[in-house]
């Protein structure tokens, strides 16, 4: 199979060489390629041939391809054996392709195998390139992935450009499989980069006809397809430029720029614009390009040029990306915001929006585009509006963003895109009434314009305008037309207003106006807690949670709380079917009690008596529902509440504690044992005298002065059995969970290092059996409990384990093992084997 | 063709189309918005309505005491409800050969129609539309008849004395033609004379047109009717349904072609979709029942309410509500249960598949398994000592003006924990509650309409490509009341002819063939009728043929014919075979002859004359009758 290769030399390598790859891979290798060059053993999953080639990268960039070579003489014997005719499958010469380029990319292996012809006879006309294979476009993409890989040398340059490579890349680019394609595209600007690497670098002066004739031919190939009639094969042209230019900023793409520019800029005089998209991308590649936008000076005008050539839609991701831009011309950026603005100074224009706010949009003062060219039909009236509400939502938070930013007529022309969607604005013009007609009860315009407005309570806005946007929420939050997914919207972008409305001074309360608002909210959220369509109970619920969470404790709120029906329905929500909403409620109702504005359990129209507790019915959620979300949000309530001192917990907080990590530690779902070890973390810190260092500002129950011994420290720990619920964690089957315990055993064998001394002398025969207890649950038999253990048998054990060790075991990927080299040589040997025996068997 | 409009209710519609020669009358709704200028019946004693003061003119003038009360500020006759007919004067109605119904709530009028005007034609309905349309006539009969009213108010519908009374009652229209309600043997006497149908059934009516009865998908058995004779299509679409609830879904595509599409019954609350109003419903009930409130739903014993039903089923648990008894007052409430379960053919595929089981398609049949819903004929009875609060009544009827929810009306509405919710889209519920006020239960009004809305309407005209479309005046121009929603209205080109109460319209038809038959033995001589009414006919239809014409038979020898022309003088005839026969062609005088198997055509240019002599040379070869 070799025949016509020099044997290489094998001195001076051998010591490299076991480096590079094991033995044991070494043994099964020959096997493997015998496997891969055989038709009649078909290797049936084509990602273990991916996982192989991701194994000779890291083997060849580690180390010499040439010495890999050498050692194993059966991947030369593939690489020639599939360069005979015969039926191999497409993915193995794929395979082979792309291992031959990653081989090739050292130059002195491109030497080799050069010698014996073997890349121009893979690679060159006489290979797959002329054959029946080439017509799967895996072997195309091996083909162009092999190519890449090689050229990396100045000697892969003359070998391209002898076996006629790059008129193929050419023809490849407009292939059919788009991966193809786009890989063609790619490896000619990867080809561009390499040939002017050396003679152009720190030259910025030289012409192109200076420039290889390898770089010329793509420059001129790039020019012939700018100048085509073709859309296609300009898009190609500019997708190369793209490409070029966002990764290479070398001075020689300056060169290139100037002389391709004036050919791009002819583009813009055809109507209409041919690959509109592509030259967006062209063009903002070009201005981010450090080189290139500080030097072109026809750049800016260029992309003035274009905003105002382009469609509406088209122009809007170009003026995203010029606001976006760092450094750019004053002008330029007040055209884009225009450009930018434009639908929306439609809708104002249409429904006859006060003029102030219309002129401060148009920026441009030029004529004002109509709805009818603007918007021609639905689907482009509301595909624009959701764009430039989006392209208008991303803008907002950066720091380049225009200034002054329009805030006022932004939230106008937002408050009455929502009216129209609604069909409670009046529109004064036939313009303003099909605008009408396109958005009414269009839910996608609905969603957007609900972002955007969410976006908009950052900045500030004249009184009457914010009037209107709470009416507007309020419009969209009452009405039974609003769909689950848009009320979801209008519960976020109405906290966010509430939450940026100013507040009173003097007092932390919410200012009158939203005070007035949330009078008027509150008996809409009852409805919504009724709602048959359990996504609106749920998002209604978190709506309550995050307001509470910020309001709970001011007066105001909680009288308008307690006076509705919203604590009472929460609880009731706790034993909703869905568990979502289970799940919202518990959290819920968790920051209710948190507030103390859980409704008294004995009212009138409960005549039964005694209601449950919270924390009764909470603990009766985790250890009898069915689906773990509410038993999460169960948990992660337990842990805020023992973190906050909530008074149903601090009465007797061990009991408490005992009694929820006796629950978790049975749980099936892993998340919640792993928040079961936050709560015994939270608890742990608090009995050792530390405030929680998660929040240094909670209200932490008052802790006696630290105690004095280690032992008595320990006690509380032991009496609620957290050791037993840690250990356990520690050999979880989950390996977060480990994880976490493992964490939490470590930190507290550091507290108790602190308090010095020996103290972890349990007697031996005591730790001994918890030693041999955990031996067996770590080897699974977990059956046993540990029983109540003394805090100096905790300590000594703690001493006695291993836990840096177990940490370092548990940090490694679970797959470890799996994903070894050796071990994928053997799964594909197994699975061909397999296949093997099966044939067997069918005779 | 000609379109009388009887009717200016759109989603009650009662036309009479002219087409051929048959009279057709499409539908026969009954407007009974007419109620509600009338004081409830109450079913027992009510001391607040027995003493409203009686309204005076301004001058003080009482001379109407007796007859109008006020309450609240409004004005109400005392008098047994009466119902606005459609238009009697317009046509003839003892002309009308069939009536099609589309659907039991456009079948309300037909006693009035079928038994006082002499109508002596067959009326065409679904079994369905027939049972269920007989179970709301008779709760209708049942609900004015149990409560006998001594007083018959007529004083007051004077032209010159209505002038004086306040809106809405001076507003009303043709008040001397209200009626009472009819009564059960008028009823059965109208249902006697139904021929039922099934859909896609094709019905020939006297060899000249041929009706089809198509699924709506609006209510059980609810259709949609095709008109059509060999060249022409007239498609009747009336309360029809794109959405998923328990009818079989609407048949689009055999609305296809039509040349004239007639469109009423579209929804009657644009503005408000469906789904979110049966959220809204659930989220009040729950609401109220949870504070302890009753919940009082006015309905029709049959349709939504079965949709009702069914999503309480599954709310119900959802929102803790398994405790709360649920009641369904009416005199038909059990007859509507169990007819909804037993027109399997009639539903929707889901439910179809359910009877194969066998499970009952609707899932009422658990609840009342279960004893979650009850169901009573009246609130005497059983359900006095069944009734226990808080509980969810529904009962009729919608107008809140007669039937068991005048006493639950009068029982709740003095507590703010009750809530009355308006499911039913047929009455202003500001209107129907007006007696009643002041109020203290609360109001939600939630109008479930399942039929077409505008979008669907645009949608379906563009996939059914009608010539031309007919329909009532409101849905051409946006509702009043929001008078910038152009989305609110039929948009279609050509635009849309519309019609009114009262309106006669000619259809746009451009008749260009027409199919005859020739037989060879004579028709035997229509006798007539020696003795009863003799049936009047319009006579733009058929000419009255005082002479008979006499009838053709045999067939025309080419050759001989030829022979017999060029004696008569033609020169230069040319024969040509064709497919069908011969065509002779004079080309002198530029005239063809086209003899085929069954038909001669003379076709020359303007000259009368030479067409008569030609006619008559072709006659030669035919025998008389």
Known sequence: MTSGLPVPSQVG??????????????????????????????????????????????????????????????????????????????????????????????????????????????????????????????????????????????????????????????????????????????????????????????????????????????????????RSAATPQITQALNVLTTTFGHCHDPWTQVLWGRLSPLVACLLEKDPVPAAHSLVDLLLSVARSPVLSSSSSGLWETLAQTLSHLSPTQAGPLALGILKLQECPQVLRAQAFAVLLQPLTCVLEATAQAPGLLDSLDGTGGASVTVDTLLPSKAACVGLLCRTLAHLELLQPLPQRPSPWPQAPLLGATVTILRLCSGSATPTSDAGGHLCAFLVGCVRVQRAALDFLGTLSQGTGPRELVTQVFAVLLEYLTSPDSSPTVLKKAFQATFRWLQSSPETPGCSDLD??????????????????????????????????????????QAGFRRALLASEVPELTEQLLRDPESYVRASAVAAMGQLSSQGLRVTPASPEHPGGQQKSLLAELLHILSTDSEGFPRRAVMHV????????????????????????????????????????????????????????????????????????????????????????????????????????????????????SYGGPQGSGSVPEVASVEAALQRWQAGDQGQPLGYLEPEVVVAVLRSMDLEGLRGALAESSDRVEKSPQSLLQDVLATVGALGEDEADCY | MKLYCLSGHPTLPCNVLKFKSTTIMLDCGLDMTSTLNFLPLPLVQSPRLSNLPGWSLKDGNAFLDKELKECSGHVFVDSVPEFCLPETELIDLSTVDVILISNYHCMMALPYITEHTGFTGTVYATEPTVQIGRLLMEELVNFIERVPKAQSASLWKNKDI?????????????????????????????????????????????????????????????????????????????????LTTHPQPMDQASLKNSDVLVLTGLTQIPTANPDGMVGEFCSNLALTVRNGGNVLVPCYPSGVIYDLLECLYQYIDSAGLSNIPFYFISPVANSSLEFSQIFAEWLCHNKQTKVYLPEPPFPHAELIQTNKLKHYPSLHGDFSSDFRQPCVVFTGHPSLRFGDVVHFMELWGKSSLNTVIFTEPDFSYLEALAPYQPLAMKCIYCPIDTRLNFIQVSKLLKEVQPLHVVCPEQYTQPPPAQSHRMDLMIDCQPPAMSYRRAEVLALPFKRRYEKIEIMPEPPPRPTQPTGGKKRKRASDDIPDCKVLKPLLSGSIPVEQFVQALEKHGFSDIKVEDTAKGHIVLLQEAETLIQIEEDSTHIICDNDEMLRVRLRDLVLKFLQKF
């Open chain 1, 13 to 226: 390598h051998a010591g490299i060489s076991s480096l590079i790859m094991d033995p044991e891979c070494s043994q099964l290798l020959p096997a493997l390629c015998s496997v891969l060059a055989d038709p009649r053993q078909p290797v049936a999953d084509d990602t273990c041939l991916e996982k192989l080639l991701d194994w000779f990268k890291t083997i060849t960039e580690a180390g010499s391809s040439l010495l890999l070579l050498q050692e194993n003489p059966c991947l030369l014997g593939l690489l020639c054996h599939v360069l005979k005719p015969q039926d191999l499958s497409p993915r193995v010469l794929s395979f082979s392709l792309r291992l031959a380029g990653m081989l090739a990319a050292q130059e002195d292996c491109f030497q080799y195998l050069q010698q014996g012809e073997l890349l121009p006879r893979l690679f060159g006309e006489a290979g797959p390139l002329g054959g029946a294979a080439w017509t799967a476009p895996s072997v195309r993409s091996g083909w162009i992935q092999g190519l890449r890989s090689l050229a990396r040398h100045p000697s892969a340059l003359c070998f391209l450009a002898d076996c006629g490579a790059v008129d193929t890349i050419f023809s490849l680019q407009g292939d059919s499989s788009l991966f193809v394609a786009s890989a063609a595209g790619q490896l000619l600007v990867h080809i561009l980069g390499l040939s002017l690497q050396g003679p152009a670098e720190g030259h910025p002066g030289l012409q192109t006809g200076d420039w290889p004739v390898c770089a010329q031919k793509i420059v001129s190939h790039i020019e012939e397809s700018l």
């Open chain 1, 512 to 553: 009158p106006h939203a005070h007035l608002f949330l009078r008027e909210l509150l008996p809409v959220l009852p409805k919504r807690l009724c709602s048959p369509c359990w996504e609106v109970r749920d998002s209604g619920l978190e709506f309550l949670t995050q307001m509470i969470g910020r309001w709970g404790g």
């Open chain 1, 638 to 753: 337990f842990t805020q509440w023992l973190r906050d001192g909530h008074a149903d917990v601090a009465g007797d907080t061990e009991r408490f504690v005992a009694r929820v990590l006796q629950v978790a530690s049975q749980d099936l779902d892993w998340e919640v044992r792993a928040q079961g070890l936050e709560l015994a973390l939270v608890f742990l810190e608090q009995t050792l005298g530390r405030p929680s260092s998660h929040c240094p500002y909670a209200v932490t129950p008052p802790v006696a002065a630290p105690p004095s011994s280690l032992a008595q420290a320990l006690r509380p720990l032991c009496r609620v059995q957290l050791f037993e619920f840690a250990f356990r964690a520690l050999f979880d089957c989950d390996r977060p969970v480990a994880q976490k315990s493992c964490d939490l055993l470590l930190f507290l064998r550091a507290q108790t290092a």
């Open chain 2, 162 to 242: 209505q002038r004086l009374l306040p809106s809405p009652l001076k507003d009303a229209v043709e008040v001397s033609t209200w009626r009472r309600c009819y009564t059960m043997q008028e009823v059965n006497s109208a249902l006697s004379k139904i021929q039922l149908v099934g859909y896609s059934q094709k019905i020939e009516l006297f060899g000249a047109v041929q009706v089809t009865p198509l699924s709506s998908g609006y209510a059980l058995g609810s259709s949609n009717w095709i008109i059509q004779s060999h060249y022409e299509k007239v498609s009747y679409v009336s309360g029809s349904s794109l």
